[in-house]
């Protein structure tokens, strides 16, 4: 039965639903409801498929996200980033509009719930520790760049496409004269609006006296409010005929069952998108979800996530809608309305369900410009440029790849943006632990503490000499190892024993153990023992599996401090840290 409430959370939670819950989750869905209504048409419109599809891509994920996930507040639903890497994705291969580019939509909907179904059934949820938050930043930032100037087109209400920044910039440059004014009118209002809506709504409403939650709903229904007011203004105007683009008839009804394509052509060529698409829309997903669950001391287990937003995926993939992830803003909102279990997703589901089957005639008119100005609200605040100089400040390493993930980014597209930010990571990493940090250290006056002789004054022995070794060795550093011991060792003729402290080491494999042998060998033909401190247990249990401990011509003790009192002579000195370099 364990087992069971592992794969179906909704076991565990279910058995405690009362009726304070109930109005507990009832109430956030209402909020959500009317939040996702025009974002789930506006990201739909962004990944290039018809309205509907953003509506239908919101019910049976939330439903089946609600069976299988375990975060009690993530909302899940098309997001602004994976319907930009939707379109980039299909948008090469099916031309927009057309059946073929809808079937490649569904597709990449299976093609993503199946990856993370079959992540989460091997519990690979790991591997998204692999992606650096500073490249992950400046991939978001990236996007978020891309979606705001790709939206503007509809903003001036000319075509302009392309899928980088400087396709999109001379685009826009060559359709300005086609600018039509009245759509431009539409937008810059919209826009303007929703930017005051975000910062000023609020503070308004709570002077007129309105309570804080109730203030609180009305803000988070201000697209709402400029989607009602520009569509009666198009209807009243009969603005259409001046040429502002509206949704048209969307049609009416519940999600219908769609079945994907399993052409091997068709999957070959959406497999690695969907890959990227799965991983990033998970990181984001595990993200926001493990950040709302801190807050009420909950847990979730990113390995369930992973089949519950395979399985959201899955549900868009078979009733008409598009990939799917869990957003920052619906479930920031989904939280602080209240949201207490994940049966609020349901709820919410179960609001857009009657949308689909009631509301869609009333946006016949909802112009264009309004839903890409909801989009450019939305994904500006992922923009944060200050990453960069966070990144600049703290490490030149995660400087250059933020720099590099934005730079691709926006130059060659997010497909290559984001394999070379997951590359950059991976490369990051290996290239920070093959150079570990190696301290020369020596024991504190009146301690038994031992630190880096750059930093502390501390008492050493000309005859002994102790290195800590910060890192696991492993094949990518034992050689860096080797020849900074060789380095150290070869001008110092006083030495008669090398330490090496190995407090921090978790593990040592082949590699790094065939190093230690050839550096024991290389000191003893110079006369120098070779001796190890404070290794771990487990460490020290593989080691004892060879022949290494039987050859090493010195001791392993089992303190530093026992190594030093073993082995210091006469010589016993105290230095001094070098004064600090002057500021420039």
């Not at 993503?112 to 989460?120: H, K, R, T, Y």
Request: glycine content about 8%.
């Amino acid at each position: 039965m364990k087992t069971l409430r592992n794969y179906f959370p909704i076991l565990t939670w279910g058995r405690h639903y009362d009726r304070q819950t109930l109005s507990d989750d009832l109430l956030a869905a209402v909020i959500v409801t009317i939040m996702l209504i025009p974002q789930s048409l506006a990201y739909a419109l962004l990944a290039g498929l018809p309205p509907q599809a953003g509506l239908y891509a919101s019910i049976a994920p939330i439903i089946l996200y609600a069976v299988f996930g375990t975060s009690r507040a993530l909302a899940v639903g098309p997001v602004a980033v994976v319907s930009l890497m939707t379109a980039a994705a299909i948008g090469a291969i099916a031309e927009q509009g057309s059946m073929g580019y809808g079937v490649a939509a569904l597709t990449l909907a299976f093609l993503s719930g199946a990856i993370l179904v079959l992540m989460g059934v091997l519990r690979l949820g790991f591997l998204a520790n692999f992606l650096s938050h500073p490249v992950i930043a400046g991939f978001i930032t990236a996007s978020g760049i891309l979606i705001a100037v790709s939206q503007t087109s509809h903003i001036l209400g000319v075509s302009a496409g392309g899928h980088t920044l400087p396709e999109m910039v001379m685009a826009l440059i060559g359709a300005l004269p086609q600018t039509n004014p009245v759509t431009l009118i539409i937008g810059v209002a919209a826009t303007g609006f929703l930017f005051w809506v975000r910062r000023g709504l609020k503070p308004l409403l709570r002077r007129a006296g309105l309570r804080p939650r109730a203030a609180d709903i009305v803000t988070k229904a201000g697209p709402v409010l400029a989607v009602v007011a520009s569509t009666l203004a198009v209807s009243l105007l009969d603005l259409q005929a001046q040429g502002v683009r509206v949704v048209g008839v969307v049609p009416q009804g519940l999600p219908p069952l769609t079945l994907p394509s399993l052409s091997p052509d068709l999957i070959g060529l959406l497999l690695v998108p969907a890959l990227l698409i799965s991983v990033i829309g998970f990181v984001e997903s595990v993200s926001v979800a493990q950040t709302l669950a801190a807050r009420r001391r909950q847990r979730i287990d990113p390995d369930q996530e992973l089949i519950g937003l395979g399985a959201a995926n899955l549900g868009a993939a078979f009733t008409g809608g598009m990939p799917v992830t869990g957003g920052f803003a619906r479930s920031v909102v989904n939280f602080d309305a209240g949201a207490a279990t994940a049966a609020a997703g349901a709820f919410t589901a179960i609001g857009l369900a009657i949308a689909a089957l009631a509301l869609t005639p009333l946006i016949h008119d909802l112009p264009i410009a309004t839903l890409a100005a909801t989009i450019i609200v939305a994904v500006l605040s992922l923009v944060d440029l200050g990453i960069l100089r966070r990144a600049w400040a703290y490490s030149r390493t995660d400087f250059l790849a933020v720099a590099a993930t934005i730079l691709l980014t926006l130059t060659l597209g997010v497909e290559v943006g984001v394999s070379a930010g997951v590359l950059l990571s991976v490369a990051l990493h290996l290239y920070k632990s093959s150079r570990p940090h190696v301290a020369e250290v020596g024991l504190v006056p009146g301690t038994q503490h031992f630190r880096n002789i750059l930093r502390h004054a501390v008492q050493t022995d000309d005859a002994v000499l102790t290195l800590r070794i910060d890192e696991s060795l492993y094949f990518a550093n034992a050689r860096f190892l080797e020849d900074h011991v060789a380095d150290r060792v070869t001008p110092d003729c006083s030495l008669r024993h090398v330490v090496l402290m190995c407090s921090a080491v978790n593990e040592i494999d082949l590699s790094a153990l065939e190093s230690l042998e050839a550096i024991a060998h290389r000191l003893h033909t110079m006369g120098i023992t070779l001796h190890l401190s404070e290794v771990k247990g487990p460490v020290m249990d593989r080691l004892k599996s060879t022949d290494f401990l039987a050859h090493l011509t010195g001791r392993v003790f089992l303190s530093q401090y026992e190594a030093w009192e073993a082995l210091r002579g006469q010589g016993v000195i105290v230095r001094q840290p070098p004064p600090p370099a002057p500021v420039r």
